[in-house]
Every structure is written in C-alpha cells, then in structure tokens.
C-alpha cells in the first residue's frame, strides 16, 4: 500500500466510526454517560478530518473560485437532493396526520434558510468552515488569519448565548426563531470553522511519519482514553443547537477524542468495512434518521427481543445497528450506481456499460 493510498486509508476509517457512533448516538435507548462519551467528539471528528484533508490535498494553494465551486457540488448539491427527499417524505407525514401543517412549514424555511431539516444541518456547517476556512487563509497572513478564525468561534459562542435568551423569549413568533435559525447557520459555521483550522494545521505534525509508529499508536491510546473521563465531566453537548457546555473542556474533549482516533485509525490494520461506511458517511449521515431507516432497525430489533426474551440490552442495541447498516449498504449501492447526482456526482462509465449490458 502506498503512502497516499494510505492516508486516505485511515481518514476514511475515523469517518466509517464516526458514522457508526451518530447512528448509535440517535438511538434513545444507549445510557447517557455513553451519549456524553459519543457527543464529546464524534461531530467535530468530521470537521476535523476536513481540515486535514485541506492540507493533503492542498487546497489552500489552488484557486479559491475552483475549489468552493468543488464543494459546492460535493456539499450543497446533496443538500438540496436531501432536503427534497425530506419535503417528499414530509407531505406524505402531513397526508397521514404524523405531523402537523406548523412543523411542515418550519420544516421547509429550515430547508430554504440553510438551517437544515433534522441531521442536514451538518452540511451547510461544513460547506461554511472550509469555505471561510480556505478564504482566511487566501486572503490573510497565516497568523493573522488563525487569530480571526478563532476570534471568530469565540465571538459566534457568545451570539449563540445571547440569541438563546431572545429565541427563548419568542419562542411562538415563527419570524423571529427562523430569523433567528439562519443566523445560528453561521455560528454552526464558524465554530466547525476553528476545528478545520486546527486540524489543518496539526496535519503538519501528522504527515512527518507516513509508515506505522509505535509512538503515534500509543499516543493515540492515551488520547483517546484521556477523552472517556473528561467526556462524563462535560456531560452531553450537542453541536446542532451549539450547546458545548464548557468551551474549553468542549475542544479538549474534541480533540483528544477525534486525533486519538485518527491516530489509532493510522497505525493499525485496514478495515475495509470501516472504510466503506466512511467513505459513504454523507449518504448513511442524511438517511439513517429522517427516512426512517434507523425506526425500521428499531422495530426488528423489538421483534427479535420478543422471541429471544433474554437478550441483554446491548443484543437489542447491535440488532439495531445491524438492521441500520444492512438497511444502509443496499441504499449506498443503490445511490452510487444509479443516483450519483444526489452526491454531486457524474456516472461513472462503468456503471453506464453494466446498464447497456
């Protein structure tokens, strides 16, 4: 395997556990000291590895306009296909009286205003951190450009705090919590902004060794076990609606977690499985909740339970992870042989020869 090949190796794999702990992370039945472990790192892990992929594919030093015009088709184009698929499944929850005609219509000013529908939110967030990201570094000497992109997460966090208490005030009013909405797309933004910043910026110290390093494997451990007690003492965060609880254990805990991971990820065997989820996080990511994929996994998994009644609850917990990612796989394959559009993508000639065959 060579050196480039396996760096994409290893990103790929810390994406495939990312997905794997969002999933689980939306399963209501996991304790919370796991949901606190789980959301102390597995949102920034993704900005995260974005960051790192900035450096390694050398973004900073290709022309601006290409490279979000890049992004816009990888990102906001998925977006859109999604956010259509959500107005479809939405009209159809309206026909059968599942939600009311109130939260059809904040469902679609989430979706016009960037705010997101649901796990959607993500990849605006993302389309904004790089983007801002690759801008401050184009347009700024690099130190000051580090300077304002963390001024700017530290002044979002303080706006977050200060529109909380006006959303809480007008809660009823649906101009001024969309208005409100469209502004927290930004924040979302900006913070995700600081995590690439550091990520591409610790990369440096990343790509100096490309083999295995038993170094690297223990210092990995060492971050990622350090992640598990100070989690519990943050409690659960939620960077959807920007609730970090303390800043600065938020980005401890964000960190030690996500380059632990990383770094274990690098220095040990390939798990193509791990791999393949995460090279397909954006489809897993965007259907797994909303389509119902995950409820589906749900109910099976109850069904099992009421033929195997001494099942434990982690059984119950894996036939749902199972169920999810079975259901996944054939959605993946599904949506890269004949819908590649909806990722921003073009058919591939082999998939157009396997069609006329």
């Given at each position: 395997?060579?050196?480039?090949?396996k760096?994409?190796?290893?990103?790929?794999?810390?994406?495939?556990?990312?997905?794997?702990?969002?999933?689980?992370?939306?399963i209501?039945?996991?304790?919370?000291?796991?949901?606190?472990?789980?959301?102390?790192?597995?949102?920034?892990?993704?900005?995260?590895?974005?960051g790192?992929?900035?450096?390694?594919?050398?973004?900073?030093?290709?022309?601006?306009?290409?490279?979000?015009?890049?992004?816009?088709?990888?990102?906001?184009?998925?977006?859109?296909?999604?956010?259509?698929?959500?107005?479809?499944?939405?009209?159809?929850?309206?026909?059968?009286?599942?939600?009311?005609?109130?939260?059809?219509?904040?469902?679609?000013?989430?979706?016009?205003?960037?705010?997101?529908?649901?796990?959607?939110?993500?990849?605006?967030?993302?389309?904004?951190?790089?983007?801002?990201?690759?801008?401050?570094?184009?347009?700024?000497?690099?130190?000051?450009?580090?300077c304002?992109?963390?001024?700017?997460?530290?002044?979002?966090?303080?706006?977050?705090?200060?529109?909380?208490?006006?959303?809480?005030?007008?809660?009823?009013?649906?101009?001024?919590?969309?208005?409100?909405?469209?502004?927290?797309?930004?924040?979302?933004?900006?913070?995700?902004?600081?995590?690439?910043?550091?990520?591409y910026?610790?990369f440096?110290?990343?790509?100096?060794?490309?083999?295995?390093?038993?170094?690297?494997?223990?210092?990995?451990?060492?971050?990622?076990?350090?992640n598990?007690?100070?989690?519990?003492?943050?409690?659960?965060?939620?960077?959807?609606?920007?609730?970090?609880?303390?800043v600065?254990?938020?980005?401890?805990?964000?960190?030690?977690?996500?380059?632990?991971?990383?770094?274990?990820?690098?220095?040990?065997?390939?798990?193509?499985?791990?791999?393949?989820?995460?090279?397909?996080?954006?489809?897993?990511?965007?259907?797994?909740?909303?389509?119902?994929?995950?409820?589906?996994?749900?109910?099976?998994?109850?069904?099992?339970?009421?033929?195997?009644?001494?099942?434990?609850?982690?059984?119950?917990l894996?036939?749902?992870?199972?169920?999810?990612?079975?259901?996944?796989?054939v959605?993946?394959?599904?949506?890269?042989?004949?819908?590649?559009?909806?990722?921003?993508?073009?058919?591939?000639?082999?998939?157009?020869?396997?069609?006329?065959?």
């Amino acid at each position: 395997m060579d050196m480039n090949t396996k760096r994409l190796t290893y990103f790929d794999m810390a994406k495939g556990i990312g997905i794997i702990l969002v999933v689980l992370g939306h399963i209501e039945y996991i304790s919370e000291p796991l949901r606190a472990w789980i959301s102390s790192f597995h949102m920034p892990l993704f900005f995260i590895v974005s960051g790192m992929l900035i450096h390694y594919k050398d973004e900073t030093s290709k022309d601006l306009r290409k490279t979000l015009q890049k992004k816009w088709h990888s990102i906001i184009i998925p977006y859109f296909w999604f956010s259509l698929l959500y107005f479809l499944i939405d009209i159809l929850n309206v026909i059968l009286h599942k939600i009311d005609l109130h939260t059809f219509l904040t469902d679609q000013i989430h979706s016009i205003s960037f705010y997101g529908i649901s796990v959607l939110w993500f990849l605006p967030a993302l389309f904004i951190a790089e983007s801002g990201f690759l801008f401050f570094t184009k347009k700024l000497p690099r130190i000051l450009s580090i300077c304002a992109i963390l001024f700017t997460a530290l002044l979002s966090y303080f706006i977050q705090i200060g529109i909380s208490r006006i959303y809480t005030a007008y809660e009823t009013s649906l101009l001024i919590t969309s208005l409100i909405d469209f502004v927290r797309v930004f924040l979302r933004g900006a913070i995700a902004m600081s995590f690439v910043c550091i990520a591409y910026y610790l990369f440096y110290l990343l790509k100096r060794n490309d083999g295995f390093s038993i170094k690297e494997l223990l210092l990995g451990i060492v971050l990622f076990g350090l992640n598990i007690p100070l989690s519990q003492v943050n409690t659960c965060v939620d960077f959807h609606y920007i609730i970090l609880k303390n800043v600065p254990l938020f980005y401890i805990c964000a960190l030690s977690g996500s380059a632990g991971l990383i770094l274990l990820c690098k220095n040990i065997k390939n798990i193509r499985l791990l791999g393949y989820f995460g090279k397909n996080s954006l489809i897993i990511m965007s259907t797994h909740v909303n389509c119902y994929i995950l409820y589906a996994a749900i109910l099976i998994a109850w069904q099992i339970d009421t033929f195997v009644t001494r099942a434990k609850s982690y059984v119950f917990l894996f036939n749902i992870m199972l169920f999810t990612f079975l259901f996944e796989i054939v959605l993946i394959e599904l949506i890269n042989r004949f819908f590649p559009f909806i990722l921003g993508k073009k058919r591939t000639k082999q998939a157009v020869c396997r069609e006329k065959k």
